[in-house]
Nanobody, 122 residues
Framework: QVQLVESGGGLVQPGGSLRLSCAAS????????MGWYRQAPGKQRELVAT???????NYADSVNGRFTISRDNAKNTVALQMNSLKPEDTAIYYC????????????????WGQGTQVTVSS
């Protein structure tokens, strides 16, 4: 069984910074990619940033240049450094990972964390 556990959300003023972290645990053979998605009230869940095992990154246009995604392959963790936060960044942020399980990692599944609230407000 695989779990993703997020931490680091909270309330911050516009222009401030927050760092989100996510740790994957369980019977993991390998992690293909990790990322962050967010969902604001009344809106669909959207991609924020992703990173592969070889550290190739992809960002939503709305956060490019302000957010930085990073991962530690040895620890099965991913982080999202969020700078210059705006009120429109307010959302529940979800950690996401494509993880291979089984003896040879042949079972590839997508996993989600429980979500962490980020609120940007003065």
């Amino acid at each position: 069984q695989v779990q993703l556990v997020e931490s680091g959300g909270g309330l911050v003023q516009p222009g401030g910074s927050l760092r989100l972290s996510c740790a994957a645990s369980g019977r993991i053979f390998n992690i293909i990619a990790m990322g962050w998605y967010r969902q604001a009230p009344g809106k669909q869940r959207e991609l924020v940033a992703t990173i592969t095992s070889s550290s190739n990154t992809n960002y939503a246009d709305s956060v490019n240049g302000r957010f930085t995604i990073s991962r530690d392959n040895a620890k099965n963790t991913v982080a999202l450094q969020m700078n210059s936060l705006k009120p429109e960044d307010t959302a529940i942020y979800y950690c996401n990972a494509w993880i291979g399980t089984g003896n040879l990692g042949q079972l590839l599944s997508q996993y989600w964390g429980q979500g962490t609230q980020v609120t940007v407000s003065s």
